[in-house]
């Protein structure tokens, strides 16, 4: 056996933890942990990327070994010792908000964000960038303020507007992983809601394509009063907010659109579900679906939930607090123990951030007038953890929900959210025993706000790496963004 070989052989075989060790002509890299988890498992082994920061291979311990004794080339080895390695989060719900009010955030801020909570890949909302992704000439102004500026890989979700309906075709050769829309006002004026003459007409462009339609489920009813009345009630007081968005708004708009699941071959996704008792509609809607013959992922029916709808409940929110502030608004306890019973059981599809940014300024406390939005696209990996570790979960549940399941949504799954041959190097090593404290001085997103202030967090993203390329150690992110644009550039130049 070559020297070299000997060495790493005597490394694989004791508990020496060499982070960073060079193997001299480094080609590939072999990613060393005692507990790498996979979909199937969590054992202690390693992955080897290639040169080009593609995934070559998933190994234990043993078959290391015999891989090294057989290998003709020299190897960079990173060792995370008892560190978990795991793939890369997706975060499939974001709001970067560049071009237009890049004070409330930007690309260069949120994607290192994101690199610094492990996630490799963020999906960039329509909104709440001027102008939005509703036409093919926004969506070259929006990538265009992007280049260059992504610390992780970027794709983009386009918006369904009404009357933009002749857009989405050359939108989704452009590359667009699917088509965002609001059934009530979305709060900002660009931004419009779409109705039922509208739906007809979106779901007839899309009817049999493999892009997904995602709705912000809520429906205006007479039981709700408007944003921002509130006649002889306490607009500071959260109860007041949480009466003026009911659970059946959520139920209304959910009800509406099971009703095109049937009529339309279309992936219907609805996104931060808030109230529990939409999931049993979804599955409904699914399970016809699927007795039709769909083979779509899970029937072509799916919904996410966010980290603060699991993480908080309406009891424990302050008065005058509008950093819990969001839409659908956080409920009950026992609306958020009924969620984690549904995570449990698999019947909700992902987790997502719904990192929505904006200025000091407009987090008033008045509960009913300020803006409605949570970041934590920082801090998804723990905010999970700290309450699925609390419940016995494993960390094969938080790579399921946070990588996997987004990654199968947005059209990534043979190439983003798990630990296989062939898929990118997205990989994070985690500390699921570590915890610390979030605390403006480590929040990097670029408006320091978060009803997680002050809270303690249990996991701890160690290192991140992007195609193989370390892009955060050490609770910095290093400079040089590596990430990518997921997008048809050619494509897009052309239309």
């Known amino acids: 056996m070559p020297l070299h070989y000997l060495f790493i052989f005597t490394l694989l075989v004791t508990d020496i933890s060499c982070r960073g060790f060079k193997v001299e002509n480094r080609q590939r890299q072999l990613f060393l942990s005692r507990n790498v988890v ?28 015999d891989l090294l004794s057989e290998d003709e080339g020299s190897l960079e080895v990173i060792d995370g010792g008892k560190w978990a390695l795991m793939a890369g989060g997706v975060d499939s719900h974001v709001h970067v908000n560049e071009p237009g009010r890049t004070t409330w955030e930007g690309y260069v801020t949120a994607t290192r964000a994101a690199a610094a909570g492990g996630f490799t890949t963020i999906v960039d909302m329509p909104l709440n960038s001027i102008p939005p992704t509703t036409t093919i000439e926004n969506f070259k102004i929006k990538t265009s303020a992007a280049k260059e500026e992504a610390y992780v890989d970027v794709a983009f979700w386009g918006g369904i507007v009404p009357g933009n309906e002749v857009e989405l075709q050359n939108l989704v050769k452009a590359g667009v992983v699917g088509f965002k829309g609001f059934l009530i006002d979305s709060g900002v004026a660009e931004f419009p809601n779409v109705d039922t003459d509208d739906l007809e007409k979106i779901f007839t462009t899309l009817n049999g394509t493999n892009v997904v339609l995602a709705f912000h489920a809520e429906y205006p009813i007479s039981k709700a009063k408007d944003d921002g009345q509130c006649e002889g009630c306490d607009p500071h007081v959260y109860d007041t907010y949480l009466a003026s968005r009911p659970p059946e708004m959520e139920l209304e708009a ?18 931060h579900v808030s109230a529990a008792d939409v999931v049993p509609i979804l599955e409904q809607a699914r399970e016809q679906r699927i007795m039709g013959g ?21 009891e424990q929110i302050p008065p005058g607090h509008s950093e819990y502030k969001c839409s659908p608004p956080i409920r009950n306890v026992t609306n958020k123990l009924k969620l984690w019973e549904y995570i449990r059981d698999r019947r909700i599809d992902l987790i997502a951030s719904d990192h929505s940014p904006t200025v000091a300024e407009r987090k008033t406390s008045d509960l009913m007038t300020a803006w409605g939005g949570i970041s934590s696209v920082q801090f998804g990996l723990s905010l999970f953890w700290t309450e699925a570790k609390a419940r016995g979960y494993s960390l094969r549940t938080l790579s399921h929900y946070l990588s996997a399941g987004p990654a199968n949504l947005v059209g990534l799954r043979s190439r983003k959210g798990a630990l296989k041959p062939g898929f990118d190097a997205d990989l994070v090593f985690f500390d699921p025993d570590a915890s610390f404290v979030v605390t403006p001085d480590i929040i990097v997103y670029k408006n320091k706000i978060s009803p997680y202030m002050y809270r303690v967090l249990n996991g701890k993203v160690m290192q991140t790496y992007l195609r193989g390329k370390l892009i955060y150690t050490d609770g910095e992110v290093l400079e040089n963004p590596q990430g990518q644009l997921l997008i048809n550039e050619d494509v897009l130049k052309k239309l």
């Open 294 to 314: 769909s083979t779509r992922w899970r029937g072509g029916v799916t919904a996410e939930t966010c980290h603060h709808y699991l993480t908080l409940s309406s």
């Open 254 to 271: 959910v009800s509406l659109l099971a009703k095109y699941i049937p009529r339309y071959d279309v992936h219907v996704h609805v996104v």
């Open 38 to 65: 996979t979909d199937s498992g969590q054992f202690d082994g390693g992955v080897l990327v290639d040169e080009n920061g593609k995934i070559a291979g998933v190994y234990t311990r043993e078959s290391i070994i």
